[in-house]
């Protein structure tokens, strides 16, 4: 995983789709699971990446914040994913 990476685009088109099924009250029992599964998986990556650019920030002795400003990385809430559509 690279820090300015975060997961990636067909993973979140597909947590989108299935979040839009959830709250249609469409989603069968197994897209559940796979939707609690991608929850999941995203949420782990993030927190390693996280802990990568903490680990980075204190290398080069500047905060988090600045870290993200400088690789252009924004904060996000994780659900949002890249640029929601």
Request: net charge negative; charged share 25%.
């Amino acid at each position: 995983m690279l820090i300015g990476n975060g997961t990636e685009e067909a993973i979140w088109h597909r947590y989108h789709a299935l979040s839009a099924k959830r709250d249609a009250e469409t989603l069968t029992p197994a897209e559940h699971q796979e939707l609690i599964s991608l929850s999941q998986s995203i949420e782990a990556g993030d927190v390693k990446r996280l802990d990568y650019m903490a680990e980075l920030a204190k290398l080069r002795g500047i905060s988090l914040r600045e870290l993200r400003a400088q690789m252009g990385i924004p904060a996000q809430n994780v659900t949002d994913g890249p640029a929601s559509a």
